[in-house]
């Protein structure tokens, strides 16, 4: 479906007139652009969400939470290599708001 889509499109593109392509170019980048800002900004407010939910919940959720991601450090530790160790930590503790 998708590719009949881009064939209608090329076609409607082949029959506009030669003056209107520069402003039919502006309008198709602008488009793309502005969706791609929507889909940063969209990313950005659920990784915000997300971690919202993970600072600001009851206690026992919270400490649910703890005893998940120590269940994920220790498989790490069985699993990684010590330099993949240190890498992940390093990562870890670039973040903002994170402590282990």
């Known amino acids: 479906m998708l590719l009949n889509q881009r064939l209608e499109l090329l076609s409607e593109l082949e029959q506009t007139p030669e003056e209107y392509i520069p402003e039919l170019l502006n309008l198709v980048r602008f488009f793309r652009q502005s969706r791609m800002i929507t889909m940063q900004t969209s990313s950005a407010s659920t990784w915000e969400k997300a971690m919202d939910r993970i600072n600001n919940n009851a206690?026992?959720?919270?400490?649910?939470?703890?005893?998940?991601?120590?269940?994920?450090?220790?498989?790490?530790?069985?699993?990684d290599t010590e330099d993949e160790q240190k890498e992940s930590l390093q990562i870890i503790e670039s973040l903002e708001g994170v402590s282990i």
């Open 59 to 79: 206690p026992d959720i919270q400490k649910l939470r703890r005893q998940r991601l120590k269940q994920l450090f220790e498989s790490w530790a069985v699993l």
